[in-house]
């Protein structure tokens, strides 16, 4: 089997590599194929900003990968760049991408809007989504289509995760229930933790279940029918720490199921491989002992 993944280097400095692509053979724990992304950046916010590479999406025939301001698509052989669609006035701030209803969906994060792109890379629709912020976390009400240039930069609602695969478009923001993108209904509430919330990534809808990230508390959550298990995300033990205050170790995101198999992103960068039957850790595949290099975007290319 193998993974592709995206990386994000937090506080990195303009000139210096800011990401990469990796391409993992998982069963053999190697990279077989690795692009550093050193592109110029503009937002010097160290979180993050523009630096690095965020979703992506496997198709048939192609890799779609977002950076913050940018489509890239790549020969999916070769994972060489065919073309660029760069916008800063749709794109602001990608996190993740999906594929549905033949066009590529993209959370515009800092402007609280999904686009609706087609495989010509043309906007087809942009939606701002409307919500209320409460004493813990957001409410997502509705969405309006609005012209691009319309858009504000507020980054109230901070929607981080988008997907497709249950048949339907859901979505959600960092403290955020799981939304149907067409009705606006909740398909999942998210988890809490003795009253509390966390901030969370890749909330997804699957046939039998739902998954989410919640970075803040370093564990997974799988939500079943009449039932919610927390797994404990373990911490690396080969970590290259910095003073900075801004990269974390265990900082996850990035999620990817096959089956029982399931794939998380974590910092420094790294990849675990959970059996969802058993909630055992069956394997980690390191890529980076610098806490700073951090997985965002995380999908399945190929099922040997």
């Known amino acids: 089997m193998k993974i592709i993944c995206t990386t994000v280097v937090r506080a990195a400095e303009h000139g210096s590599n800011h990401g990469g692509l990796y391409v993992i053979d998982v069963e053999e724990e190697r990279v077989i194929h690795y692009a550093p992304y050193d592109e110029h950046f503009v937002n010097d916010n160290e979180r993050g900003g523009e630096r690095g590479l965020r979703g992506v999406c496997v198709l048939d025939d192609r890799i779609i990968v977002a950076s ?108 955020a229930d799981l939304y149907d993108f067409d009705s606006m209904q909740v398909v999942s509430p998210m988890p809490t933790i003795e009253g509390a919330r966390s901030f969370q990534h890749n909330f997804y809808e699957y046939e039998d279940l739902c998954l989410v990230n919640l970075t803040g508390f370093n564990k997974l959550c799988l939500i079943k029918p009449g039932s919610t298990l927390f797994v404990d995300i373990p911490s690396s033990k080969k970590v290259e720490y910095h003073a900075d205050e801004i990269a974390e170790n265990n900082w996850n995101r990035g ?47 190929e099922d040997d």
């Not at 999620?255 to 998380?264: D, K, P, Q």
Request: some cysteine.
């Open 68 to 175: 913050a301001t940018s489509l890239i698509e790549l020969d999916k052989e070769t994972f060489e760049v065919v073309r660029k669609f760069e916008d800063r006035e749709i794109f602001r701030s990608i996190h993740e991408i999906c594929f549905f209803a033949n066009s590529i969906w993209v959370t515009c994060t800092a402007l609280d809007c999904v686009a609706q792109i087609d495989l010509d890379f043309n906007l087809v629709g942009f939606y701002q989504i409307l919500g209320e912020s409460k004493s813990d976390h957001k409410a997502l009400t509705g969405k309006t289509i609005i012209d691009p240039s319309k858009a504000a930069d507020d980054d109230n609602y901070h929607i981080n995760s988008i997907s497709s695969t249950s048949g339907r478009l859901t979505f959600g923001g960092l403290i």
């Open 255 to 301: 999620l990817a199921r096959l089956g029982s198999r399931l794939f998380i992103g974590s910092s420094p960068a790294r990849i675990l491989e959970l059996d969802i039957d058993s909630n055992e850790f069956v394997r980690e595949v390191s890529l980076e002992e610098d806490m700073r290099h951090c997985i965002h975007g995380l999908e399945i290319l």
